[in-house]
Each structure stands twice: as C-alpha cells, then as structure tokens.
C-alpha cells in the first residue's frame, strides 16, 4: 500500500509543481488596485487670476452657456473664478457639485473675447 501511494505522488508531483507555479505567477502577476488615470493636463496652464472683471460679452456668454445646461446643473453653478493670459485670452472656470461629484467647466476665450474652447471634466468628489 505505501508503495502504491509513492507512486502516485510521484506520478502527480510534476502537475502539483507546474500548478502551484501557475497560482503564485497569477497572484504576483495581480494587482487588486484599479488602474491610475492618465492625469489630465491642466486647461488652465499659463493662465492666471483676472486682474479684473471680465468684459460684457464674456458674461452674456457664460451665462448663456449655464442656461444649457440641465436644471440641475443649473440650480449648483457657480462661476469661480476669471483668469487671462498674456496673449489677451480669457477664462471662465463653472463649478457644479452634483451627485457628489465635483465638475469644472472651462470656457475659454480669445483675445477678441470669443469661446474657443470648451472643456467639462471631473475634478474630484465630495462626502456625503
């Protein structure tokens, strides 16, 4: 009987080493935190605060850019910040906190204070 049982872990020795080399490749080889996003370069980069109010045409165009959006989103807008450049370009940051999420909306304008650009995206979360 003990003879018989050698044999059998012998025969079988070779499929528990291949098997358990497998199991540690697959857990090392594991991660079980979720993926780092690639970090968004910031729209903002080489503006800075506004040294003043922005022109009329700037406010008429954010202010009609807020009433596109959904009621809710409309209801948590608020308009942050205003920032330039030394090209004459201009910026209007929105914040919405909406379902614990925090959104920046980025309008930003030439120097003849025309939308160029749009950019909407997650900054963060808040707690409940």
């Not at 857990?27 to 993926?35: R, T």
């Not at 948590?76 to 090209?87: I, K, N, P, R, S």
């Not at 914040?95 to 650009?117: E, P």
């Amino acid at each position: 009987m003990k003879e018989m049982i050698m044999k059998t872990l012998k025969k079988y020795s070779n499929h528990f080493g291949l098997v358990l080399a497998l199991c540690v490749l697959a857990i090392s080889g594991c991660s079980c935190s979720a993926p780092k996003p690639v970090p968004t370069p910031d729209p903002l980069a080489g503006f800075h605060a506004a040294s003043k109010n922005p022109e009329q045409l700037i406010i008429d165009d954010y202010q009609s850019y807020i009433k596109t959006l959904s009621p809710d989103e409309q209801k948590y807008a608020t308009v942050d910040y205003f920032f330039e450049d030394g090209a004459g370009r201009h910026a209007v940051e929105i914040m919405i906190t909406l379902n614990h999420t925090n959104w920046r909306h980025i309008l930003i304008y030439d120097k003849n204070d025309k939308r160029i650009k749009t950019i909407k995206y997650i900054s963060g979360h808040s707690a409940s």
